[in-house]
């Protein structure tokens, strides 16, 4: 059973997230699928519960580069999501326990990641460019209105601005 990093339940911070499908299950290829957990980061988003920065949704995992806004802890709002897309994808409990996070602590973290996830399709095999991949913030940061789905990061998102 894998080992995951004590959850943060520091509001207001930058995360990098990841979490899997229970049994690495494959449901997200499916585009039904993946547009559901791309739709709910949104819906996230126009409530205000977060700034998205970074994001793609693999076929069995999804990584996150967020911020939580108020008194919203990273625990209280991977719940949400968990809950909330698991609803609509209308198949009972599809996460595996847990998640892996990681505080942001500076720009070049958040770039670095930013690489990492918009780079995660091509490793896959799934596309050659990151602008191809359809559930990714590096399709839409492509597109004439990238910021109807990602968030511009600011300095004071971080912890650090000088990085």
């Known amino acids: 059973m894998p080992r995951f990093p004590q959850n943060r339940a520091v509001p207001g911070l ?26 709910s980061l949104q819906f996230f988003r126009r ?13 069995d995992h999804v990584h996150l580069i967020l911020k939580l806004h108020d008194s919203l802890t990273l625990p209280r709002w991977a719940r949400r999501f968990k809950s909330y897309t698991a609803h609509a994808v209308g198949l009972g409990p599809i996460w595996e326990k847990g998640y892996w996070s990681e505080v942001v602590a500076g720009e070049s973290f958040l770039l670095e ?23 990714s913030s590096a ?22 601005r000088g990085q």
């Not at 409530?47 to 076929?59: A, H, Q, R, T, W």
């Not at 995660?120 to 990151?130: C, D, F, M, Q, S």
């Open 113 to 135: 990641k930013l690489q990492y996830i918009h780079a995660n399709p091509i490793r896959a095999g799934l596309v050659t460019e990151p602008q191809e991949y359809a559930w």
């Open 47 to 59: 409530n205000g519960d977060i700034e998205l920065y970074g994001f793609v949704v693999m076929p």
């Open 14 to 39: 930058t995360f990098f997230v990841t979490t899997s499908l229970a049994n690495r299950a494959l449901l997200l290829r499916a585009p039904d699928k993946a547009q559901i957990v791309v739709d």
């Open 139 to 160: 399709h839409h940061m492509w597109s004439e209105r990238p910021e109807e789905f990602v968030d511009s990061w600011r300095g004071s998102a971080v912890g650090d």
